[in-house]
Nanobody, 122 residues
Framework: VQLQAFGGGLVQAGDSLRLSCTSS????????KAWFRQAPGKEREFVAAISWSGGFTDYADSVKGRFTISRDNAENTVYLEMNSLKPEDTAVYYCAAEMGSYSRNVWQYSYWGQGTLVTVSS
């Protein structure tokens, strides 16, 4: 069972980036999915989550209105569209999956991707 996040890179403030997270070894179509991020020297923090159906989403206040989480269950992929990026968005971004309802809590997710680095220069 693997989750793979990719799409990170070096961008300038104000730019956009789309992260993707694919899964293999298990069908996650009935799992809630989320994105977390971890900046150097900081704890991993919640970014966004989406219900298994895609009908419900949740965002951290720091990204609300700039980031959009979506999913394509047919492709077993979850996306994070990031617009108006800021230097403080610089972090390693992780995707996570869990059966049942989504959560903002790191400890409630059983499956994690390896992370993809997003660096936003000013």
């Amino acid at each position: 069972v693997q989750l793979q996040a990719f799409g990170g890179g070096l961008v300038q403030a104000g730019d956009s980036l789309r992260l993707s997270c694919t899964s293999s070894g298990r069908t996650f179509s009935t799992y809630a999915k989320a994105w977390f991020r971890q900046a150097p020297g900081k704890e991993r923090e919640f970014v966004a989550a989406i219900s298994w159906s895609g009908g419900f989403t949740d965002y951290a206040d720091s990204v609300k209105g700039r980031f959009t989480i979506s999913r394509d269950n047919a492709e077993n992929t979850v996306y994070l569209e990031m617009n108006s990026l800021k230097p403080e968005d610089t972090a390693v971004y992780y995707c996570a999956a869990e059966m049942g309802s989504y959560s903002r809590n790191v400890w409630q997710y059983s499956y994690w991707g390896q992370g993809t680095l997003v660096t936003v220069s000013s």
